[in-house]
C-alpha cells in the first residue's frame, strides 16, 4: 500500500528544512520502528519512492501504511 499523501508531504517538507523526524510505526519488530531520522532527499527509483536519509540509509515508503506517526 502507498504512503498517504499526508505523511509523505510530512517527509517532503523535512527533507526541505533538513529537520530531523521520529517515524514510529505500529509494528514494533519493524526495522525502523520508533526511530529518529533526518531525512536529507526523497527519491523515486523504478517507480518506486524513498527516503534517504543523513547517515545514508535508504527507507523504502512503500509499504509504510504501517507507519503510525511522523513528528
Known amino acids: 500500500m ?6 509523505y508531504d510530512q517527509l517532503e517538507i523535512a527533507a526541505m528544512h533538513k529537520r530531523k523526524l521520529k517515524l514510529v510505526f ?21 517507480s518506486q519512492e524513498y527516503a534517504l536519509t543523513e547517515n545514508g540509509e535508504t527507507i523504502a515508503l512503500e509499504g509504510l501504511d504501517r507507519l503510525e506517526t511522523v513528528s
Not at 2 to 7: G, M, T
Not at 26 to 46: A, E, M
Request: aromatic residues 4%; contains cysteine.
Open 26 to 46: 505500529k509494528d514494533p519488530n519493524h526495522p525502523f520502528h520508533n526511530r529518529i531520522v533526518s531525512v536529507q532527499d526523497l527519491q523515486t527509483r523504478n
Open 2 to 7: 502507498p504512503i498517504s499523501c499526508h505523511l
